[in-house]
């Protein structure tokens, strides 16, 4: 930014909704939109850094506008692949598929690149996530992660409520 780079002003934009979105609207449930539109700024905000090596591929069918739930579980999980993703900025081919049945958010993220971490599952941003759906979806819900080779796939199933 202080080079007067181009893309400076959409990525003081995507941080500064990321930021508010974290400081003042993360302590209550917010509804599925608003919690798909916060991920979906972080990956814009990814993908100006990364330039034409991120490719990108979103599915999302969410109809129903009164679905909530609880803020800041899907940031973490985008974050996991972009924290693990080669640090030399080989291409990364990210796909997000999200879409709502009958109050069943499901959530896929799926990531093909050179990882630099073998341990995924000791993560303790991932661990951090299990105890939250643990705490607040008891019974709700299913995570799972998958790793072959050069590819991560999380998974996310929640039972999800409607605004009264």
Known sequence: MLNGSEKSPNMLLKLSELMSYILYE?????????????????????????????????????????????????LPLAEYIFIYADK????????L??????????????AKSNFEKNNFEEDI????????????????????LSRKENNISLSLHLNLKKIL
Not at 42 to 68: A, C, H, P, R
Not at 88 to 95: A, E, G, I, V
Not at 97 to 110: D, Q
Not at 132 to 144: E, I, N, S, V
């Open 97 to 110: 598929h999200m879409e709502v049945n009958e109050h069943i958010f499901y959530f896929l993220i799926e």
């Open 26 to 74: 993360s302590d209550k449930p917010v509804t599925l939109q608003k919690e798909v539109m916060l991920l979906k700024s972080y990956v814009e905000l990814e993908k100006i850094g990364w330039g034409k090596k991120l490719i990108i591929e979103i599915n999302e069918d969410i109809v129903n506008t009164e679905i909530i739930i609880e803020p800041l579980l899907l």
């Open 125 to 144: 941003q991932l661990l951090q996530v299990q105890k939250r759906l643990q705490a607040q979806y008891a019974g709700k819900h299913k995570l799972d």
């Open 88 to 95: 030399n900025k080989q291409q990364l081919f990210l796909r």
